[in-house]
């Protein structure tokens, strides 16, 4: 049975690639994990590389895809491999290792893209936000073909080790704004001494001829 995996960003894709790589692994179906790496890694390269292709979708295409596009978002993962672009068709073997260094080459080359973004095929002009989401969902339904031996362990440390992280940077953060309101109490604090000088010299009223001597 296909596992079923749902990302919302290329860092998902990346924590889960960790997982796969870190244990041992095989297909689940007619694909090979150098097809699924490959695949994914074309696809996002095709959004950074053909942003200059001219295209020739109309008003109505166009309008098409983005319906397309957010059905897609809605159901929040791919249901079946007709609705990807391009999806193999028949198993291919080829050089895991390499396929795995692409897929981590592209994810970091279009993390650092800004533009201009490719046309895609089936949804249209899509933004770099917009292509991430749809990377992440290919790579959650692709992900789901392989089977994995030892997981349940390693998603258990790298989960705990997530919140350790998570309660460090909070305690930090805490200890931040304690010192900052600190510093801006400190501040608004006023020396008693010279509290006292300023209702002194207010209280003063001096000499009433101005230092001109006595009154006439």
């Known amino acids: 049975m296909k596992t079923l995996l749902k990302f919302k960003q290329l860092g998902d894709v990346e924590n889960e690639l960790g997982i796969i790589l870190a244990c041992d692994r095989k297909p689940k179906y007619d694909l090979t994990v150098f097809q699924i790496f490959d695949f994914i890694s074309a696809q996002i390269e095709s959004s950074i590389q053909s942003a200059t292709d001219s295209n020739r979708a109309g008003l109505f295409a166009r309008f098409i895809g983005k319906y397309k596009f957010a059905k897609l978002l809605t159901s929040g993962s791919f249901t079946k491999a007709n609705q990807i672009f391009g999806f193999p068709q028949k198993k291919e073997s080829g050089e895991e290792k390499l396929a795995e260094t692409r897929l981590k080459t592209a994810i970091t080359a279009f993390k650092l893209h800004s533009g201009p973004f490719g046309f895609h095929p089936l949804y249209g002009d899509l933004d770099k936000k917009q292509w991430e989401k749809l990377h992440s969902l290919l790579a959650g339904y692709l992900f789901g073909y392989i089977a994995l031996e030892g997981d349940e362990k390693i998603r258990f440390f790298k ?58």
């Open 159 to 216: 989960e705990k080790e997530a919140k350790r992280e998570k309660f460090a940077q909070e305690k930090i953060e805490s200890q931040h704004n304690k010192h900052r309101d600190g510093k801006e109490g400190h501040g608004n604090q006023h020396h008693p001494n010279r509290k006292w000088k300023s209702r002194k010299r207010n209280n003063y009223k001096g000499n009433k001829n101005g230092g001109k001597g006595g009154t006439k």
